[in-house]
Structures are given as structure tokens and as C-alpha cells.
């Protein structure tokens, strides 16, 4: 399934969930035992706000997905609080990436969400 948000959203990264990872997954909702997630999917979406002119901020989402890039967009992992620039966005999303990639995007997921 797709979001239905497709045409302002960019997917920066498919990425192996590490299994530290995959351990933090299973604690949460976004997990599903019947679908075979074995990456994450890191985005960049567009949230459109309720003004006369087109007025969008942006935020970062991260899916479990399958190797394919199949994923359940009503079930993020993560969803960042709305940034104001795609600069921000992007540089957040360029940061869990590599969090992800030494297998410590819960524990970086979990910073964010303090801050």
C-alpha cells in the first residue's frame, strides 16, 4: 500500500533493519508479524496546510518495509514533528540514515522524540 500523500513524498533511503533494531519494532505498532519487514523505508513528506496559497512543512516518516520497498503507510515507525524548511527535513532524514545504517535508529528515534 502507498501513501496517499505520494506527490510530495521522497523516499531517501531503503535500508536492512539491523537487529537492534528489529527488536524495537516489535514493541511498537507499526510491527506486523504476517509481513516480512526487513528494511526501512525513510521519507520526506509534504503536509499541505489549510491556507488560500499552497503552504506546505514538511516531515520525516520512517516504514518498515519489505525488500521490494512495500510498506504500510497508516503504520510509521516514526513521524518527525512538522519542520518548517525541506532543508530541515532533509538533513533530519540524512541523519537517521546513517543511524539506521549502524543499526541505532530506535535509540536515535527515541532522542528526537525527547528533544
Partial sequence: ?????????????????????????????????DQP??????????????????????KVSIYPATDEGDFNWKAPYYCSPQLELIDYANTLASSLVQSSKKDELSSATLLEKIS
Avoid at 16 to 30: F, R, V, Y
Avoid at 40 to 58: R, S
Fill in 37 to 58: 519487514f526487513t528494511h526501512w523505508l525513510i521519507a520526506v513528506e509534504g503536509v499541505q496546510l489549510p491556507q488560500p496559497k499552497i503552504y506546505y512543512h514538511w
Fill in 1 to 33: 500500500m502507498k501513501t496517499p500523500n505520494y506527490h510530495d513524498f521522497y523516499e531517501k533511503a531503503l535500508i536492512p533493519i539491523g537487529l537492534n533494531d528489529l527488536q524495537s519494532l516489535k514493541n511498537t505498532e507499526a510491527y506486523c508479524p
